[in-house]
């Protein structure tokens, strides 16, 4: 007992003088306008989602002299009280949230604090102080299933292993999202190139890269030439499979490419980052909307990068999104449909 | 162990707890943050207000169980590493069946959930303890790898029969009257912890005051003996995972029905494996179970506030803990630190 009774002592004094510090220097909050954004549980380092919306925030900080706290929930479990506290300090002028999981927790959050603004990216919450922001998925398939149909006629480059024609694509999860997702590629394929055949899959789960990597290998063995891993995180295990096996991969969500430098033909780009930009610039501007706030090409919230896409096609499939930006092709979004829409367009 | 040795035991762990954030104190410095800011946020994250105090609470109602779980299987002499897997199983069980009885009168549909979330987690355990007692496979690997089948068969049957239309893999939400009762207006506080604090009473009363206690306790300390004075020891092997199978599914039952109101797939932050850190801390008293789990309900919800306000990454706070964990654990460890630090205070040659 002697033993432990004196550093006992030492270590409680210190733990006493720890907290009493800490209790002291409680900080005071700054005159700039204030944000916070809880993430979606993938974390930072998905080099996709969230850190594109991460992104937005660095660039908002920058260009609009805001400061902002953050928080990665490891689970679903977390969100409501990770969201709880932040609005309980009332101290910020927009709480995001990212990801369509978190719509339970805003949707509670969001009633005990009907003051509060909030955002949401990528589902709606019907509350009269959330700001939803969800994208018209089928559009930006459709720009990188265009780029895809036309590559694959391109059987000079090595990438290209075939004259078969075959594109494919792997979703996360069968849900209407990604789906909106596959059939915009499939329209987009065949809209450009009638001959081509397109494969799809899901991987049933947003984190796993061995199982994706797997189901790509599968397509790649039946003469796949281009992937479109429209899958967070599982889709890293696609990217490895196309680089190892030297085919076309396309990203999502964020630029991919140096993931794969030589094989990242495109990416299916959600600008994340622009969306949480305009939801914080609304806010500054005091044009803050409540409801649903749909995006796409025309809003500069979706797109495909050049990466190592050939110009000639660009010119092409750039001719395209002007015309999904403008209205003019309206792309469909569910698989079954795609069909009738491309005889309804003449293809 | 005497209570003298409970009370050396216990001061013990206070000491290893401060070395550990200490320690952690140092890493947040060397990491480039603010140890002030840090810690700060912990405690008052932890214990600053009612809100904070409700989710440090909430945070350690499944704590309580899943840690209970492990402890009582130690008891025995078993390494239940299952506990997740049984936590998903009785989450997804009770939320079913709260949702199949809504034809019941409150009271009795929640009782009826809480006993099927526990026979849930009771069979999933038996798994393990029928292998180990009838092949001889050890329990560590059954119970590791049934945490795979069980937390993706729940996913499964999710998605395939008991999914909520929509884009999100969930059960539709529990009515009012399947919850358990809110004990704190607008946190999340439910009558899980009263149930929780009750369960480590039941089974610390089984463990001292029974025969089943007192026959699973001499199987821990020595199963040949036990064999020998007439205890059948696969027996006890399969209760007592049954047992402790169906504290991790209460586990999760309660959660569902007290916390998130309905089942998501995957939606445990590792509750399970938490849990043994509790109980290794708890060590052989069940009763310690609850400090322990209050310990790192109040570290994972100070935790939040570290990252949200002192920016600091969740990976430090994950460091710290299992900072309190080798400490705790490692006695050697800690009581060697002490004497270096001793000596270099006496001998004045080291710091």
């Known amino acids: 007992m002697n033993r432990i009774r004196k550093p006992l002592a030492v270590f409680s004094v210190a733990l006493v003088a720890v907290m009493v510090m800490g209790i002291a220097s409680f900080s005071v909050a700054a005159a700039k306008p204030r944000m916070a954004i809880v993430f979606a549980t993938g974390g930072l380092g998905d080099k996709s989602f969230n850190d594109s919306a991460y992104e937005g925030m660095k660039r908002a900080e920058e260009e609009l002299g805001i400061e902002f706290d953050q928080a990665e929930p490891q689970a679903v479990a977390e969100y409501e009280s990770l969201l709880m506290r932040f609005a309980q300090t009332r101290k910020y002028d927009l709480i995001i949230s990212i990801g369509f999981d978190q719509a339970d927790a805003l949707q509670v959050v969001s009633e005990r604090f009907p003051d509060q603004k909030f955002a949401i990216v990528d589902t709606a919450v019907d509350a009269p102080n959330v700001a939803s922001y969800v994208y018209k998925e089928a559009e930006r398939g459709f720009v990188v299933g265009a780029v895809a149909g036309l590559i694959t006629t391109r059987t000079g480059d090595p990438r290209i292993v075939s004259d078969k024609q075959i594109v494919g694509v792997i979703g996360g999860m069968d849900i209407p999202l990604i789906r909106a997702n596959v059939a915009g590629y499939i329209a987009g394929a065949k809209y450009v190139n009638p001959k081509v055949e397109v494969k799809y899959a899901y991987v049933g789960h947003w984190a796993d890269p061995a199982k994706c990597k797997e189901m790509a290998n599968a397509m790649l063995d039946e003469g796949v030439d281009v992937l479109w891993l429209a899958a967070g995180r599982s889709g890293l295990g696609g990217i490895k499979a196309a680089e190892e096996r030297n085919r076309y991969a396309i990203g999502a969500d964020s630029d991919q490419g140096y993931l794969a430098p030589d094989n990242i033909l495109t990416n299916g780009m959600k600008l994340v980052d622009n969306t949480v930009y305009m939801a914080i610039e609304a806010v500054l501007k005091d044009e803050f909307k409540p409801g649903i706030n749909m995006l796409g090409i025309n809003e500069g919230a979706l797109g495909y990068s050049e990466s190592l896409v050939p110009s000639d096609i660009i010119a092409e499939v750039d001719k395209l999104a002007a015309k999904v930006a403008s209205g003019e092709l309206e792309v469909p979004e569910d698989i079954d449909q795609v069909e009738p829409w491309l005889k309804a367009e003449g293809k | ?351």
């Open chain 2, 1 to 351: 162990m005497g209570p003298k040795q409970d009370v050396s035991k216990f001061a013990y762990s206070v000491v290893a707890i401060v070395i550990a954030l200490l320690v952690g104190a140092v890493l947040i410095a060397v990491s480039g943050y603010s140890v002030k800011d840090a810690y700060s946020n912990l405690f008052m994250g932890a214990f600053g207000g009612v809100y904070s105090l409700a989710t440090t609470i909430v945070m350690s109602t499944p704590l309580l169980f899943t840690g209970l779980s492990v402890a009582f299987a130690f008891q025995c002499g078993l390494f239940n590493v299952g506990a997740e897997g049984q936590l998903y199983v009785g989450a997804l069980t009770s939320a079913v069946v709260a949702l199949g009885l809504g034809w019941l009168p409150p009271v009795l549909r929640v009782v009826i959930a809480l006993l099927a979330g526990a026979g849930a987690g009771a069979l999933l355990g038996f798994v393990p303890g029928y292998l180990k007692a009838k092949l001889g496979a050890h329990e560590v690997i059954t119970t590791i790898m049934l945490n795979y089948v069980a937390t993706f068969l729940t996913t499964f049957l999710v998605k395939t029969y008991f999914k909520d239309p929509g884009p999100v893999d969930q059960t539709v939400l529990l009515p009012s009257g399947s919850r358990l009762p809110e004990l704190i207006r607008g946190t999340r506080v439910s009558l899980g912890i009263i149930l929780g604090i009750a369960a480590v009473a039941l089974l610390n009363h089984i463990m001292r005051r029974s025969v089943l206690g007192y026959e699973i306790r001499v199987v821990g300390e020595n199963p040949h003996a036990a064999e020998y004075g007439g205890v059948s020891v696969s027996a006890k092997t399969v209760q007592a995972m049954m047992i402790s199978g169906a504290v991790a599914g209460l586990a999760g039952s309660v959660e569902v029905m007290g916390t998130l109101y309905r089942f998501i797939p995957h939606f445990s932050p590792g509750y399970g494996f938490t849990g043994i850190a509790v109980a290794v801390i708890a060590g052989q008293n069940l009763w310690a179970v609850i400090p322990a789990a209050i310990l790192f309900g109040a570290l994972q919800s100070g935790g939040q506030t570290m990252q949200l306000f002192a920016g600091i990454p969740m990976e430090l706070m994950t460091m710290v803990q299992g900072l309190v964990i080798l400490f705790v654990a490692a006695p050697a460890l800690g009581s060697l630190l002490f004497r270096l630090k001793i000596r270099a205070k006496e001998g004045g040659g080291l710091e």
